[in-house]
Nanobody, 124 residues
Framework: VQLQASGGGLVQTGGSLRLSCAAS????????MGWFRQAPGKERDFVAA????????NYADSVKGRFTISRDNAKNAVYLQMNSLKPEDTAVYYC??????????????????WGQGTQVTVSS
């Protein structure tokens, strides 16, 4: 699976952005998908994940109520709607895919494929 993230940019505090991740391959619908982010000098942290069926989602506490992950298996795409953005949301955002299995979807070690990242900058 090859992943291509897009939709990042510069936005003011309180603004919104929608990130997209386009996936290649006919087996996209069988993968769990996740979004992670990495700020300068920090580790890559979990943001959100969605089950391959789209039924179950998980969020980091820091984004609950502000971010929404969704997917469209017909379009081989996963999205991250980000509202009420804060300066601390500034980071490079990565989408990732994992084969469904028992494990912790919040751990980056669980993911098998990664996109190249898209920069999100929130100005104060």
């Amino acid at each position: 699976v090859q992943l291509q993230a897009s939709g990042g940019g510069l936005v003011q505090t309180g603004g919104s952005l929608r990130l997209s991740c386009a996936a290649s391959g006919r087996t996209f619908s069988s993968y769990d998908m996740g979004w992670f982010r990495q700020a300068p000098g920090k580790e890559r942290d979990f943001v959100a994940a969605i089950h391959w069926s789209g039924i179950t989602t998980n969020y980091a506490d820091s984004v609950k109520g502000r971010f929404t992950i969704s997917r469209d298996n017909a379009k081989n795409a996963v999205y991250l709607q980000m509202n009420s953005l804060k300066p601390e949301d500034t980071a490079v955002y990565y989408c990732a895919a994992r084969r469904p299995r028992v494990g912790v979807v919040t751990s980056r070690a669980e993911y098998d494929y990664w996109g190249q990242g898209t920069q999100v900058t929130v100005s104060s």
